[in-house]
């Protein structure tokens, strides 16, 4: 079976050292929000990470290649569960800095 239709979890991606501790705040309770037991962030050399002054996060809330995810996408409140996550995430992160 292709690799991507059974992958899950959620990935965000940082550059700058600051970046860092923003997707760390974020990413357990994006998971958790949306029901995802893994998450994970990584450092990635992405133009709209590297190239700003201020903290930046690519957020991938889940893998759409995955045909059960891609249908959980298709809930109606499948976007407020990660706009809560990600909201709970950046509480969590002005509170730190």
């Known amino acids: 079976m292709e690799r991507g239709r059974v992958s899950h979890g959620t990935h965000l991606y940082d550059f700058h050292p600051q970046s860092r501790v923003l997707a760390q705040a974020l990413a357990a309770p994006l998971a958790a929000a949306i029901g995802e037991p893994q998450h994970a962030s990584f450092w990635r050399s992405f133009y709209v990470t590297r190239q700003t002054g201020m903290p930046a996060v690519l957020v991938e809330v889940n ?32 509170t730190r800095i």
Do not use: C, H, M, V
Not at 74 to 81: E, F, G, I, L
């Open 63 to 94: 893998f759409l290649s995955n045909p059960a995810l891609e249908a959980q996408t298709r809930q109606p409140d499948d976007a407020a569960k990660a706009a809560r996550g990600i909201l709970q995430g950046l509480l969590e992160f002005f």
